[in-house]
């Protein structure tokens, strides 16, 4: 099982920027994958950002250019780190682990970001 805690969320305005951690319960080299998703009301859940066990990076096309995903293996934290926010990046930010051999997916409780304009 992995764990998954969040943080950062919080009220910011328009231009403004926020960094979310998210700590894992295991080392990130077990982990195959590790995203940051979002979800505003009345839609779905989309992808924000996701980095690989190996570096690799990619991003939702509404955020390439303004958020960036790191990870600290370190810490068993992965960030992201949101500038030039939008009122349309308002929404809960979920992060992800994808691990295991089957590609199990764990979930973490989501932190609350909002973009005033």
């Known amino acids: 099982q992995v764990q998954l805690v969040e943080s950062g969320g919080g009220l910011v305005q328009a231009g403004g920027s926020l960094r979310l951690s998210c700590v894992a319960s295991?080392?990130?080299?077990?982990?195959?994958?590790m995203g940051w998703y979002r979800q505003a009301p009345g839609n779905q859940r989309e992808l924000v950002a996701r980095i690989t066990s190996g570096g690799s990076t990619d991003y939702g096309d509404s955020v390439t250019g303004r958020f960036s995903i790191s990870r600290d293996n370190r810490k068993n934290t992965v960030y992201l780190q949101m500038n030039g926010l939008k009122p349309e990046d308002t929404g809960v930010y979920y992060c992800?682990?994808?691990?295991?051999?089957?590609?199990?997916?764990?979930w973490g409780q989501g932190t609350q970001v909002t973009v005033s304009s």
């Open positions: 295991r080392s990130l080299f077990s982990i195959n994958a």
């Open positions: 992800k682990a994808k691990w295991g051999l089957s590609g199990i997916d764990s």
